[in-house]
Structure formats: structure tokens, C-alpha cells
């Protein structure tokens, strides 16, 4: 019998062989959902299981930082696909954002150099 502990704990490794599976499914078939391919494939679903992997191994608070941010990106994109933000906004605020993000890691590289 299957106890919660070892579901819970062998979850990850289902994520992960099934982004898989999808990710190779989508060569051969072309999936137009926008929910499934955003919360299974290598997205939301997946971030949250790498997540669960860099806090299980105690990786730096900088990497697992950098694991949420592109996890809360990748919700947001979520939210375009879904039609709860207009294209323009979605556009504008993810491109905002990415060029903050990369401005302040070459200014931090910058400084500690």
C-alpha cells in the first residue's frame, strides 16, 4: 500500500517524467491549451518541483529566489494565455521586468567585481 509520505515524496518525480512526456508529445501533436501547457509542461507545475528540490538540498537563498521569480513569471504569462491580462500590458510589464532584473544582476556582478 501507497502511504501519503511516499506519494508525497515520489511526486517530484512524476512532475518531472511527465513535463517530459508532454514536452516530447508536443513534437508529435499540437496542444493549443493554454492551461495544460502552462501548468504541466515546463512551467508552473515544474517550477514548484524544482523549487521543492533547492529547498530539500539547501541551495543559496539567491538561487531559490531566482527559482520563484521565474515561477511567478511564468504565472503571470498564465494569466495572458488565459485572458485575464490584455496582451499590451502583459508585454510591457514582462519585458519591464526582465530588463530590471538583468540591470540590477550585471550592477550587483559590477559592484562585487
Known amino acids: 500500500m501507497i502511504t501519503k509520505k511516499k506519494l508525497f515524496r ?13 514536452s516530447f508529445m508536443s513534437n508529435f501533436y499540437d496542444f493549443d491549451f ?9 512551467s508552473v507545475l515544474f517550477n514548484l518541483v524544482i523549487l521543492y528540490f533547492l529547498n530539500q538540498l539547501k541551495y543559496c537563498i539567491h538561487t ?12 503571470y ?7 485575464v491580462i490584455d496582451y499590451d500590458t502583459y508585454y510591457l510589464t514582462y519585458d ?3 530588463i530590471i532584473i538583468m540591470f540590477l544582476t550585471m550592477l550587483i556582478y559590477s559592484v562585487k567585481k
Open 77 to 83: 504569462g498564465l494569466l495572458n494565455g488565459l485572458g
Open 34 to 42: 493554454v492551461l495544460i501547457g502552462n501548468s504541466i509542461g515546463y
Open 96 to 98: 519591464t521586468t526582465t
Open 10 to 22: 515520489s511526486f517530484p518525480t512524476i512532475v518531472i517524467y511527465l513535463a517530459v512526456v508532454v
Open 64 to 75: 531559490r529566489i531566482a527559482m520563484l521569480n521565474l515561477t511567478l513569471l511564468s504565472l
